[in-house]
């Protein structure tokens, strides 16, 4: 039977973008494909989600370092030593699944999400910079095989990496269809004004707060159409070093009161009352690998003006409303040409259902099963 060592240590702390995407995927994996023995591997020192911890008991066995992993890192940037092959089981393969490969012998899978840390040095990935962009040319030399999530990635990861495009499989993110889904707006609303104090109507940001989303551009777009429209801004995010930066920018709004900022949230299912509440989502990202809560707001007939950079247009499709982030005049006329015609709200409600279903979690998985098996046969 197959091994596969696969690092869960983005299932640690609170999960954004990276630990979601394995989250579903390993979470498929283990209850599809049990012809694969799956064991783990992780680094640090935060607890796992609470929603991992149920999925992880399905894993053969999980070998932890306890140490800090940017620390760990450093360590193996300079040295390159010890081999993870001293402390793992004999296994086929084994699966990086957050940028970094540290020494390894085995066969080596590497997903690389997207490259804006080698393109853009934003403020608030330094760390990331710092870490990655000295290894991730040779991770991704070494590698077996590498895995990503867009078309668009992967040929970033061609172009800038000088990986050629057979050593490359896409597997698009998925949506969770059970907890993200259209509802009644007007039961999604009363249950949100129990949980938090917000001014309705909204419009909606979902993202950490940091440089790459551009959530100061999202808070020039709304300057453009405070006064024009009675709507609300409402930043669902967990916050970085980039955040003064944004509140301060806040404060010099003429209509400050009309941002409001919730703080990270767990649970996918309140979350849903946010897209499933709002008029509109609003995505004015400068560089993204694909863009899950662009999808998750389809997913749940909520209609979205996009950013039209990196992968996005392939999220939001052809027939989408995507528009330069870098205009942020053009960017708010979209949202007031949406928000001021009922008939293309319909419109972009009923496209973004059609359109999120063409991304699966099953694809997601499948994708990595077939490559899992591919690399553990080849010579």
Wanted: proline fraction near 5%; include cysteine; aromatic fraction near 12%.
């Amino acid at each position: 039977m197959t091994k596969v060592i696969i690092d869960i240590t983005p299932l640690r702390g609170q999960k954004t973008g990276i630990g979601n995407y394995l989250y579903y995927t390993l979470k498929k994996l283990l209850s599809q494909y049990n012809e694969i023995d799956y064991y783990g591997f992780s680094t640090g020192i935060r607890k796992f989600s609470k929603d991992s911890i149920e999925i992880l008991k399905k894993i053969k066995k999980t070998t932890t370092v306890p140490i800090p992993t940017t620390l760990l890192y450093k360590y193996w940037n300079t040295f390159s030593y010890p081999s993870l092959d001293y402390i793992l089981p004999t296994a086929d393969l084994y699966h990086a699944t957050n940028y970094y490969l540290p020494p390894v012998k085995m066969k080596s899978i590497l997903t690389i999400y997207d490259l804006s840390f080698l393109k853009n040095v934003f403020e608030s990935n330094k760390k990331i910079v710092s870490l990655f962009s000295k290894r991730i040319h040779t991770s991704a030399q070494i590698a077996s095989h590498i895995i990503t999530c867009s078309n668009y990635s992967k040929k970033e990861i061609t172009n800038i990496l000088g990986v050629p495009p057979e050593k490359i499989s896409v597997a698009y993110p998925g949506v969770d269809r059970d907890i993200f889904y259209p509802s009644d707006k007007q039961n999604a609303l009363a249950e949100l004004k129990k949980k938090h104090s917000i001014q309705f109507p909204f419009i909606l940001f979902v993202g950490t707060i940091e440089d790459r989303k551009n959530v100061d551009g999202l808070i020039d777009i709304f300057a453009h159409i405070t006064d024009k429209l009675p709507h609300s801004l409402v930043i669902v995010g967990k916050k970085t070093p980039s955040f003064p930066k944004v509140a301060e920018k806040i404060c010099k709004l003429k209509k400050s009161e009309k941002v409001i900022i919730i703080d990270y949230i767990e649970k996918h299912s309140d979350l849903r009352l946010f897209y499933n509440s709002a008029d509109a989502f609003i995505f004015p990202s400068l560089e993204e690998g694909f863009g899950i809560p662009v999808l998750e707001a389809m997913a749940c007939g909520c209609p979205v003006v996009s950013s039209n950079r990196g992968a996005l247009r392939e999220v939001v499709g052809e027939h989408g409303i995507t528009h330069d982030p870098y205009d942020t005049l053009g960017f708010a006329q979209k949202i007031m040409e949406l928000l001021t015609n009922s008939k293309e709200v319909e419109k972009q409600i009923q496209y973004g259902l059609s359109q999120s279903k063409k991304f699966d979690w099953e694809l997601t998985a499948k994708t990595h099963y077939e490559v899992y098996k591919k690399v553990a046969i080849d010579d």
